[in-house]
């Protein structure tokens, strides 16, 4: 088992930036690809970036929808992953999850291809 807890969520103007933070406990972290989701209200879960586990890579992967607006990176010695957050927009208001993903399965924007998520973090952009 790989337990995930996000944090960093918050409400912030539009045109701000937030940083989110996950921390992973359990099994080896540099086993994983790790990635960030958000659903927004009434929504579908939304792939939004991964950061490949370093037997694939090391690479990190965007959605166009945050492609030069987010940053995601991680740190193996730390077993953290970050997604920092830039020139908000009040369409980027949703609940934020951290997910992790068996490096053998292909793929990564899909929510099935995840093995475990973190409870999730409220991140509130106002007009």
């Known amino acids: 088992q790989v337990q995930l807890v996000e944090s960093g969520g918050g409400l912030v103007q539009a045109g701000g930036s937030l940083r989110l933070s996950c921390a992973a406990s359990?099994?080896?972290?540099?086993?994983?690809?790790m990635a960030w989701f958000r659903q927004p209200p009434e929504k579908e879960r939304e792939f939004l970036a991964v950061?490949?586990?370093?037997?694939?890579?090391?690479?990190?992967r965007y959605s166009d929808s945050v492609k030069g607006r987010f940053t995601i990176s991680r740190d193996n010695a730390k077993n953290t992953v970050v997604l920092e957050m830039n020139s908000l927009k009040p369409e980027d208001t949703a609940v934020y999850y951290c997910?992790?993903?068996?490096?053998?399965?292909?793929?990564?924007?899909?929510?099935?291809?995840?093995?475990?998520w973190g409870q999730g973090t409220q991140v509130t952009v106002s007009s």
């Open positions: 359990g099994r080896t972290f540099t086993n994983y690809d």
């Open positions: 997910a992790a993903k068996e490096t053998y399965l292909s793929g990564y924007g899909s929510t099935r291809r995840y093995n475990y």
């Open positions: 950061f490949t586990a370093p037997r694939s890579g090391s690479v990190p």
